[in-house]
């Protein structure tokens, strides 16, 4: 027994002396220093950029990259339904325009090298016909391992999931419903499998057939999905698409509610096991708005609650400012008015602090776009470019937002679609904002609405450091 317990300890020395050599080898023939790296992560251009369009046939997918992203050199931008490539970017600057053909699956969008940095897609369809009826738009979604959506729920629309897998590896997603009444369990199963370049079309009424409202997230397993929800309400009034919500925060911004009539109806989730009260502020072009009354909400603990601000922002353009306690996520249905009134739907999303781009916007006889600009606390600053389809860009348009206010800012006529790019300027606070983009029908106004997200513009790489760790435990 003593000359095995020895025999261990002679190889741990053996083991220990070994390695002690590999990093004495290590540190004896290593580089010299190289200069200084700054604290914390730096930022970086992105280099390649993946966007899936859900379900485009029949609609208009546009495409952009804006010039000087970072990036010098070769790039490429394809865009490809399956195996078909349906087309490509030239050039960064340039927007590229198409409409889908019927039956056509999803489209995938993908960028490298100088046509990654700041990639943006969308799709925008007009529905006339089937029981539909109104402007659908959608930003392509580039695949994630987390999506939250907040919108109508089965008994009042139906509600279609999208989901695709536009990478290498199979993708294992969890589909979590909240409702008015609290988190929705049944017997139908929650969970998606979806291999390698397969999309899934999921009717969220076999999860759960009952809330009029839902907050949905779809996460992740393994792997990472690009997911999508169309909304499609009940009695012929409009349909949409229902942008991704940002995720659950204590301070949330929803931008892009349009004015006019109809009605304005406010979502607030919250995923938190308590009760949680939420602060509503309003920001108006005229400044903060008093809700009367309905300045808090009060969530139950896994559910969703509503509240009707129709007239407490009396018509105007706006933005809301919500805060809270616990983690909340929120959404505002837009309904529009006349004999067949549209939906649309905006929610909470992050500051421009890189910049933002909207693909696909239409101006003209019957067809107007805008932005919709807030800064809920201190004064913001942007500039507003048009990338037009062809011709020469125009001058940049510099855009101020006093403090606790919402900018209006009409997009020009042009001659077909345009994309346009709105980025910071120094000193400026943070902003944030939503595209209104809608068409005058004979029985009524038919709209769509996209809250600005952050510009696919760049990457925080973590700091490299020297470490033992890489030799010793």
């Given at each position: 027994m003593k000359s095995l317990i020895e025999n261990r300890f002679g190889l741990l020395v053996l083991v220990l002396v070994a390695l002690l050599a590999l990093y004495g080898t290590a540190s004896a023939t290593r580089p010299g220093p190289a200069a200084q790296q700054p604290p914390g992560p730096r930022k970086v251009p992105v280099a390649s950029v993946t966007a899936v369009c859900p379900d485009p046939a029949e609609a208009q997918v546009g495409v952009v990259t804006p010039a000087d992203g970072g990036i010098t050199g070769p790039g490429a931008t394809t865009v490809t339904a399956g195996q078909k490539v349906l087309g490509t970017v030239d050039a960064p600057g340039r927007p590229w325009y198409d409409e889908i053909p019927a039956k056509t699956g999803p489209v995938t969008v993908a960028a490298t090298g100088s046509s990654a940095a700041g990639l943006e897609a969308a799709q925008t369809r007009r529905e006339t016909s089937g029981g539909m009826r109104g402007l659908a738009g959608a930003r392509c979604a580039e695949p994630a391992a987390s999506t939250w959506l907040v919108g109508p729920g089965p008994a009042?629309?139906?509600?279609?999931?999208?989901?695709?897998?536009?990478?290498?590896?199979?993708?294992?997603?969890?589909?979590?419903?909240?409702s008015g009444e609290g988190p929705v369990t049944g017997d139908a199963s929650g969970t998606v499998t979806v291999g390698p370049g397969e999309s899934r079309a999921v009717n969220l009424k076999e999860l759960a057939p009952s809330p009029l409202v839902m907050a949905?997230?779809?996460?992740?397993?393994?792997?990472?999905?690009?997911?999508?929800?169309r909304a499609v309400m009940n009695g012929g009034k409009g349909v949409d698409w229902l942008p991704p919500a940002a995720p659950p925060a204590t301070s949330v911004?929803?931008?892009?509610?349009?004015?006019?009539?109809?009605?304005?109806?406010?979502?607030?989730?919250?995923?938190?096991?308590?009760?949680?009260?939420?602060?509503?502020?309003?920001?108006?072009?005229?400044?903060?708005?008093?809700?009367?009354?309905?300045?808090?909400?009060?969530?139950?603990?896994?559910?969703?609650?509503?509240?009707?601000?129709?007239?407490?922002?009396?018509?105007?353009?706006?933005?809301?400012?919500?805060?809270?306690?616990?983690?909340?996520?929120?959404?505002?249905?837009?309904?529009?008015?006349?004999?067949?009134?549209?939906?649309?739907?905006?929610?909470g999303a992050p500051a421009l602090d890189l910049g933002s781009v909207v693909a696909d916007n239409r101006t003209g006889k019957d067809k107007s776009s805008r932005l919709l600009l807030a800064a809920p606390e201190t004064a913001g600053r942007v500039s507003v470019q048009v990338l037009p389809r062809s011709g020469e860009a125009p001058e940049p348009l510099q855009v101020d937002i006093a403090p606790a206010r919402v900018e209006e800012v009409k997009l020009p006529k042009t001659d077909g679609a345009f994309a346009v790019v709105v980025l910071p300027l120094p000193d400026s606070g943070p902003v944030y904002g939503g595209r209104v983009m809608d068409e005058k029908l004979k029985d009524g106004l038919a709209l769509t609405v996209q809250p600005l997200a952050a510009a696919r513009m760049w990457a925080l790489i973590p700091p490299i450091t020297e470490s033992t760790a890489v030799v010793l435990p």
């Open positions: 009042a629309a139906e509600v279609t999931l999208h989901l695709t897998n536009a990478d290498l590896a199979p993708a294992v997603v969890e589909i979590l419903v909240y949905v997230e779809v996460r992740a397993v393994s792997g990472r999905v690009a997911a999508a929800a911004v929803v931008p892009g509610v349009p004015g006019g009539g109809g009605k304005r109806e406010l979502l607030v989730a919250s995923p938190a096991e308590a009760d949680t009260l939420v602060e509503v502020r309003a920001l108006t072009p005229d400044g903060t708005y008093a809700l009367k009354g309905r300045e808090l909400v009060e969530v139950p603990a896994g559910s969703v609650a509503t509240a009707d601000l129709s007239t407490g922002i009396g018509g105007q353009p706006a933005a809301l400012v919500l805060t809270s306690d616990s983690p909340i996520v929120a959404g505002v249905i837009v309904t529009g008015t006349g004999k067949k009134p549209d939906v649309a739907f905006t929610a």
